[in-house]
């Protein structure tokens, strides 16, 4: 009997997991075709809340009713808890694996011990990658390795070239962005601009500067050095 009832559990379990399998793809389809083709849905998943739905749209988290009538823009916070559901979620959207990263394709700088390790995305016309340079010169007992991402004008992937092929890319990405000495010689050498390109747009990454941690955190922006400190201290 014992085992007659568990087999009767289980079976119950699976048709449940189904239906509410059926429901997302269900409620998936009928607001895809509300929204129209342009904006596309990746998933619908089961929020916390009954009744709403998680609806991703590229690395964005809206919300939706069972019947698909309204698109929700908001965040989900547990009020026990005070944890925000939204934001953990949006963070870990955003993560990469820190081995995803090719150390070949970035230009690299160790400080000190270089123990603690960064990556930055980077336009060499970006006004906030300049900030955040100027800024990242107080990190010590660090390795910083930059990408380079030419994503604002033509110009930007020239200098990008120039930096890449001169005798010392990492001095010459530095007399620029701190020093104002504008990049010069040769570009026609093999870069790693493409693949940085490409690794940007296979996770997201739209601006620039932006930052990612060993534990695949993501730091959109200028950073305060304060923040890149305290993000350090807790991956310790």
Same mark, same amino acid.
């Given at each position: ?28 389809? $009928? ?9 596309? &849905? ?6 916390? &809340? ?50 995803? +990263? ?15 390790? +960064?990556?930055?995305?980077? $336009? ?19 390795? &910083? ?48 601009? $493409? ?31 304060? $923040? ?6 807790? +991956?310790?």
């Amino acid at each position: 009997m014992n085992k007659l009832l568990a087999s009767f559990a289980i079976l119950i379990v699976f048709f449940i997991g189904f239906a509410h399998a059926q429901s997302e793809t269900q409620i998936r389809s $009928d607001l895809q075709k509300k929204i129209g083709a342009n904006t596309k &849905i990746k998933s619908v998943a089961a929020s916390p &809340i009954p009744g709403v739905y998680e609806v991703l749209v590229g690395n964005e988290v809206f919300y939706t009713d069972a019947a698909s009538k309204y698109l929700i823009q908001g965040e989900i916070i547990e009020i026990a808890t005070g944890k925000n559901i939204t934001e953990q979620r949006q963070s870990d959207l955003n993560r990469i694996k820190w081995a995803d +990263l090719s150390q070949a394709n970035a230009l690299k700088v160790v400080r000190g011990n270089g123990s603690r390790q +960064l990556a930055v995305f980077s $336009d060499p016309n970006c006004g906030y990658c300049k900030r955040l340079e100027k800024s990242m010169q107080q990190l010590d007992n660090v390795t &910083i390795y930059t990408y380079l991402i030419p994503i604002l004008s033509p110009d930007s992937a020239q200098k990008s070239k120039q930096i890449w092929c001169s005798p010392d890319p990492q001095k010459t990405y530095i007399d620029w962005m701190i020093n104002g000495i504008t990049p010069s010689g040769k570009a026609d050498c093999t870069t790693p601009l $493409d693949k940085n390109m490409a690794f940007a747009k296979t996770y997201g990454i739209t601006g620039t500067p932006t930052l990612f941690f060993t534990d695949g955190s993501r730091f959109p922006g200028a950073v305060q050095i304060t $923040d890149i400190e305290k993000k350090f201290s807790a +991956l310790k």
